[in-house]
């Protein structure tokens, strides 16, 4: 290509071309986009309040119904409305209304990207009664398997997080352990293959459970009031 | 209806063993039947809408700023793809977690977009990325289907094999990928070559 034709080509009678091209179709993707988020927003909303609520009752085996707590001044106490984004507490109670266990949500960095999960504590025998991964972006088909591997999912019918003698912190941290070589109620039996999955599972597990333990055992009886 | 330009991308041209673009979400999302068949359909969308709008604007858009607009154009419908997926099921947006948001760099639907949608009118565009999309669809079930049969023992998560069956975990990790891939690749040029030795018998 010689002199001319590339002054030709690159010359500034375009530009307008170029400006109006980007800009209109700037627009016009930034309108699609909006559109579309306006009109997904409750459906996708109603859709995470169930996954949520479907979570709450498989982290509590058992349960037929739910009340919602939060802590405010210290104090635990039954929400009412929607709350200004508070720590939740979902208290859940079977056939006879009594408490089974008390869930809330917990999250950590995994593998890729933080990894959301729901925790159930039952706060009398001072045990872990299940786990449900919210959102996690690990790994399809190796990291995903801290929500699907049953083997994995057997840690949690009764993790133990006993609190020490004087109520403040756990007694046993909980620890990871290469798949197969658990041997106390307090550790988490990895997967293999997932390894650093569920060793962060394990960290969000500690963290949570030595935060909200305390509080959950000192408040034990405030949950039952249903 | 032009229906050559619907069926090359299927078996002759088809992006994946023949072109062999796109080969990250090939690789990456195949360990299932699954997510192979979500992603290539989320792809098909994103492919056939962003064809149809480049080719509806391809007078309009100055050939400078061509691939400017087109990713623009292309990462629009993936944002559009990632809520109506969420939308439809959280679950499958689960399960496909980062890689939806990679579909904006697979060189399939850039390079449909270029050489294809820009030239040529919509209608026929539409036909072209609607072929590319289930022939992309077609390849990434080919190779998920094996890696999950021969790498979880499951097929769409029904089990296939007996329990007895120790899974080829290799399978589903990252170097299955190459070797299944690899695989097809190895038996699409078989085919080809026994094809053009035939047609060089019959024309002898």
């Known amino acids: 290509m010689n002199q001319p034709e590339l002054e030709q080509m690159t010359a500034a009678p375009n530009s307008w071309h170029m400006i109006r091209a980007l800009a209109g179709i700037g627009l016009m993707c930034a309108l699609l986009i909006v559109s579309t988020y306006e009109l997904t927003f409750d459906i996708i909303k109603q859709n995470k309040a169930e996954v949520l609520e479907r979570a709450i009752f498989k982290v509590l085996p058992g349960a037929e119904s739910k009340a919602i707590f939060i802590v405010k001044d210290g104090q635990v106490e039954k929400l009412i409305g929607d709350g200004n984004g508070e720590t939740r507490y979902y208290a859940g109670f079977d056939a006879n209304d009594d408490l089974v266990g008390v869930a809330l949500e917990a999250g950590g960095q995994g593998f890729q990207d933080v990894i959301h999960i729901l925790l159930g504590f039952n706060p009398e025998k001072q045990i872990i009664i299940g786990m449900q991964v919210l959102e996690s972006k690990e790994t399809p088909g190796l990291g995903d398997k801290i929500e699907k591997d049953p083997a994995f999912q057997k840690n949690f019918e009764a993790l133990d997080v006993a609190l020490s003698d004087d109520g403040s912190s756990l007694k046993n941290e909980i620890v990871f352990k290469k798949n197969g070589t658990k041997s106390n109620p307090w550790e988490l039996d990895g997967i293999t293959g997932a390894t650093i999955s569920s060793k962060a599972i394990a960290a969000i597990l500690q963290a949570s459970a030595s935060q909200n333990m305390p509080v959950l055992y000192k408040n034990r009886e405030k949950f039952k009031q249903q | ?204």
């Open chain 2, 1 to 204: 209806m032009d229906t050559n330009t619907f069926i090359k991308g299927l078996w002759k041209d088809n992006p994946v063993f023949v072109q062999v673009l796109g080969m990250c979400p090939t690789l990456a999302v195949t360990n299932s039947a699954t997510n192979a068949m979500a992603m290539g359909l989320a792809t098909a969308f994103v492919l056939i809408m962003s064809s149809t709008l480049v080719s509806l604007l391809r007078n309009f858009i100055p050939k400078q700023v061509r691939i400017a607009t087109f990713i623009l154009i292309i990462a629009t419908f993936v944002t559009v793809a990632e809520y109506l997926i969420q939308a439809i099921s959280i679950d499958i947006h689960k399960a496909l977690g980062a890689f939806i948001a990679l579909i904006v760099v697979n060189c399939v639907i850039l390079g449909r977009a270029e050489a294809f949608a820009s030239k040529n009118s919509v209608g026929k565009s539409i036909l072209d990325a609607a072929g590319m999309g289930v022939g992309f669809t077609f390849a990434l079930l080919c190779l998920g289907a094996v890696r999950e049969i021969l790498g979880s023992g499951t097929f769409f998560e029904y089990q296939v094999f007996g329990h007895g069956y120790e899974p080829w975990v290799l399978m589903i990790l990252p170097g299955g990928g190459f070797f299944t891939l690899g695989a097809w690749l190895l038996l699409f040029n078989y085919m080809k070559e026994r094809k053009a030795a035939k047609m060089q018998e019959i024309s002898a």
